[in-house]
């Protein structure tokens, strides 16, 4: 599933007809007002920053709340709850924050927010503790696809809806849980493994800097990405593969061991920014020039990335969109009205190139 491009060069395919897609135009506005984080540059009243659905794959019926079998609510009558998986001191984790509370507060419904600090244990007992204190309904971020059956077993026991964003879970949607909002991790990765390949026209060996283990989101982006590199660029030659755990300093140390057992290393893949952050030091460390003597390209889209592109630093970079704010709760009221909400629904992200990451850095679309 191709990604679309920065919107002043290619336009972003919404699919027509969702209630999610025109929830785009009457929500965005709350979803970053407050820049979205420290280190955001823009809000999410600028359209170009806003999530759009690429896609919805529900198999059957959308759905509600009388087939999950949940009682019926009004959302500005009770507590909603809200559970971060990763500290916010990540620029994405920050930014997805702050555009829930956002959007909570437009919206008149009362949010309370746990964080586990990428701790899946204590990702089930902030849950747990946030349905103590009396949350009718759930946004869960998971820190792993199939650590949280105990909390989500839990909520199922007490007709606790749970709709999860940015990666999945395991279990059965409108059932264990209402559903997924979030990216084709496999397609941005295939965009990654193309630019590599643009990138060292002549081939060479690379590297992956790999997400945490155990969530969906860092093995679809491994797969995604070794996959077209063998099927599209046998001249390119993966020689190292290892977890950096999506953090900046284990992605500077693993990327300086790295170099250390393969300095002939011209390309280095990173399954998100802040991991390709720390590649950039240990690149520097070694005294090498990254975006000449290494190619480095990243994914989510965070301004400090896509300032490197736009110095040549990074070769590119494939947004991950955190503003999930307005399509989520206008999910939930979705999900609790006649129609229901999408079991699946995918966003459509930007691609960042030298061509126009210095507009978007200028229009305020990053984070």
């Known amino acids: 599933m191709a990604l679309t491009s920065k919107r002043r060069t290619a336009s972003v395919v919404v699919v027509a007809g969702t209630a999610l897609a025109l929830a785009?135009?009457?929500?965005?506005?709350s979803a970053d007002d407050n820049g979205g984080g420290s280190t955001s540059t823009g809000g999410a009243a600028n359209t170009g920053a806003a999530q759009q659905v690429q896609s919805t794959g529900s198999s059957g019926d959308d759905c509600t709340y009388t087939t999950y079998g949940a009682d019926k609510i009004d959302l500005k009558g009770v507590t909603v709850g809200f559970s971060q998986s990763e500290s916010t001191s990540n620029p994405f984790r920050a930014t997805e924050t702050q555009s829930i509370t956002d959007e909570a507060k437009a919206r008149g419904i009362k949010l309370i927010q746990r964080n586990a600090n990428a701790n899946v244990q204590q990702q089930n007992t902030d849950i747990q503790d946030m349905i103590a204190q009396g949350a009718k309904v759930l946004i869960v971020a998971p820190e792993n696809s199939d650590g949280l059956a105990p909390a989500f077993a839990q909520a199922k026991a007490k007709k606790i809806p749970i709709l999860t964003i940015d990666r999945t879970v395991n279990g059965s949607a409108c059932s264990d849980f209402i559903g997924f909002i979030g990216s084709d991790f496999a397609g941005q990765a295939k965009i990654a493994a193309q630019d590599m390949a643009k990138a060292l026209p002549d081939g060479g060996n690379i590297a992956i800097l790999q997400g945490t283990?155990?969530?969906?989101?860092?093995q679809a982006r491994t797969d995604g990405?070794?996959?077209e590199i063998a099927a599209s660029s046998p001249n390119l030659k993966v020689v190292a593969s290892q977890t950096a755990n999506f953090d900046q300093a284990t992605g500077q140390k693993v990327m300086e061991q790295i170099l250390q057992s393969n300095p002939d290393i011209k390309g280095v893949y990173a399954e998100n920014d802040t991991m390709a952050l720390g590649a950039i030091q240990a690149i520097k460390a070694a005294g090498k020039t990254p975006g000449k003597d290494i190619q480095v390209i990243g994914i989510d889209g965070t301004e400090d990335a896509?300032?490197?592109?736009?110095?040549?630093?990074?070769?590119?970079?494939?947004?991950t969109n955190p503003r999930f704010g307005p399509l989520a709760f206008q999910a939930l009221t979705d999900f609790y009205g006649d129609k229901g909400t999408p079991t699946n629904v995918i966003i459509a992200d930007h691609h960042f190139t030298k061509d126009?990451?210095?507009?978007?850095?200028?229009?305020?679309?990053?984070?």
């Open 356 to 367: 126009n990451a210095q507009d978007a850095l200028d229009n305020g679309d990053v984070y």
């Open 213 to 218: 283990s155990g969530n969906n989101v860092a």
């Open 24 to 29: 785009l135009t009457g929500c965005s506005k």
């Open 225 to 227: 990405f070794t996959k």
């Open 306 to 319: 896509v300032k490197n592109v736009a110095a040549g630093v990074m070769f590119s970079d494939v947004e």
